[in-house]
Every structure is written in C-alpha cells, then in structure tokens.
C-alpha cells in the first residue's frame, strides 16, 4: 500500500509547480444525456500536443460547477480546476442536473435516483472518450460525488481521484451524525433507514426527522443506500488517489482510510489542516464554517501538488 501524508511546508519543486502562469482556453461545454443536458467548463491548456484531462464530479445537493449552491459559495471546485489547468491539465467540471429544473419540474426532480447521476457521470466520460483528444481521462469526485465517480468510472477511465468520499454507506453516516447531534432521535432513524434499505417507503415518523426523511427524498436514499463504497472502490483496477484533509468535519480520515485498505493498490494522501472544500484551517470549528461561505479564500496548493504528482505518475 502507498501511504503518503502532505504537510504545509512545500519542497522548492512545487513552489516552481506554483509561481509559473499557465495560458488556457476556457469554454462552456454543454453534453447531453439521457435524462438532461450537462452544463459544464472546459478549461484547456494552450499546448499543441494532448494532455490528460480531469473530469470534477461535484459533491451533493444542488451544486454547481464552482462547488457553490445557494446557501454557501466558496468557489472550491473553481479553484481546484484552474489550479489543475496551469499545471497543463485540462479540467471539465460540470453543474449537477437538478440545477437545470424548473418548479415545474417537480416530477422529474422526485423521480431523481442515485442511478441518474451515475448514468450522467458515465455520459460526460464517454463523450470524452469517444474524442480521443486527450492523454488520459482521470475522473475526480468530490463528497457525493466520489462514490457517483468511482462507479461510473468503472472500465472506461485511467484513473480515479476520490476527495474528500465517504467510506461508509449512507445510512451509517446519518446515524454517526445524528449521534453527535441529536442522539434521542438516532434510534428511530435507524428503523426508518432499516425499512429504506428493504426498498420500503416510511409514511409515518417523528416530524424533526422530515428534513431527512420526507416522501421526497425517501426514493433517492433507498436508490443511494445501497452503494457501499468499500465494495465500489475494490472493483477498480485502474490508478486510484484517495485524498482526505484532517480538518474535515464532514468526512473523517477513518473513512478515507476504509478506501484505502478496500483497494490495495490506491494511494492514500492525507493533508494536513484542509477542511473539506479544500480550504486550510488552523482555528475551531467556526473557522471552518465560515470558509464554506467565503469565495476569496483559495485552496490549498498540497491538494494541487498531490493531483498533478498523482496524474504526472500514471503509466
């Protein structure tokens, strides 16, 4: 197992990676699927020769290509792909489908499966494929997005970046999260999880629980709850990278570490003070929020130089 933590003080080789300005081109890219329209930005190096390609699949709930939804914008996946991009990497990072719903779209949005972002990640990959036009196609999943990446992945990609994914099912970290917060309720989540992952719909429960559990959501969990990632990871055959910060309070180094042992051959590369939109943190948990609604703070160059490393690596 390759094993490799990246600490804050840079070697002179990656302060070079950093202080040198890349041109690129920088186009929006829209690429249908069978279910909708992605809307996404390609960002390509100014070179004359092919360059590996970075697919960013965004994290969950209605996130955008930048990594912002309406409640907090931190341009985290903005930053991550032109970081990428001076580096002569080409990046596509994409807005999630939902975004391009309207109110009226109420029961497309309610018929929404853990099987349709897969199917649309799976889409974006193959139309690159099918350009021949790169190097290699790497695919880079953040939060939701790395359990979505590493299944669609499977057979049709070079390489596979998990950031900041979950290692456990989805059900286990709702009743983690629940234990930590409102723990007399953790014992009824876990009934209603219990019937979710039987394929049954729960009418009736506690009404704290409905901003987890309401009628809406209900389908799109029992399509989600049946991914374990540890399994999902173990089938890849291709380079994996799995990166986690220690600052995370959304996904733990543990979970990072269940990706690891689940696949042998990944790489494993734990950075110190990144939270989980990549920002670095050095305070308390309130810094650490306040960076999910701050757009001007940039993202840590270890998480850039791990990347680049990683890509520059595969055979």
Do not use: C
């Not at 040198?20 to 190096?45: A, F, H, M, R, W």
């Not at 939804?69 to 991550?80: E, F, G, P």
């Not at 309207?102 to 193959?126: G, Y």
């Amino acid at each position: 197992m390759k094993y490799r933590i990246s600490f804050i003080i840079f070697s002179l080789i990656s302060t070079f990676i950093f202080s040198q300005e890349k041109n690129y081109t920088e186009k929006d890219l829209n690429i249908p699927t069978n279910s909708v329209t992605i809307n996404g930005t390609l960002l390509t190096p100014l070179k004359n020769k092919k360059t590996p390609l970075v697919i960013l699949i965004p994290g969950s709930g209605p996130t955008d290509r930048d990594g912002n939804n309406v409640q907090m914008k931190n341009n985290s996946i903005k930053y991550l792909a032109k970081g990428l991009v001076k580096n002569n990497i080409t990046t596509y990072r994409y807005d999630k489908s939902v975004l391009s719903f309207t109110p009226k779209d109420k029961a497309r949005i309610d018929s929404l499966t853990f099987e349709t972002f897969i199917n649309e990640a799976k889409s974006v990959i193959e139309y690159f494929k099918n350009t021949q036009n790169y190097s290699k196609i790497i695919v880079a999943g953040h939060s939701q997005g790395s359990l979505v990446g590493m299944i669609a992945t499977h057979n049709i990609a070079d390489a596979f970046i998990s950031l900041e994914g979950a290692g456990r099912t989805i059900d286990e970290i709702i009743i983690e999260q629940l234990n930590k917060q409102a723990p007399f309720l953790k014992d009824e989540a876990s009934s209603i999880l219990s019937k979710l992952k039987e394929g049954n719909i729960v009418e009736e429960f506690n009404p704290m629980l409905n901003s987890l559990f309401n009628k809406q959501i209900q389908p799109f969990l029992i399509s989600w709850i049946k991914y374990n990632p540890q399994e999902e990871i173990k089938k890849l055959t291709i380079p994996v990278l799995i990166i986690n910060g220690t600052n995370d309070i959304q996904v733990s180094i543990s979970d990072a570490e269940l990706l690891h042992k689940a696949n042998s051959t990944s790489e494993l590369v734990l950075i110190e003070n990144m939270n989980h939109i990549f920002k670095e943190i050095n305070g308390d948990i309130n810094e650490n929020m306040l960076s999910y609604t701050n757009p001007n703070l940039p993202i840590m160059k270890d998480l850039i130089t791990s990347i680049v490393t990683f890509i520059n690596e595969i055979e």
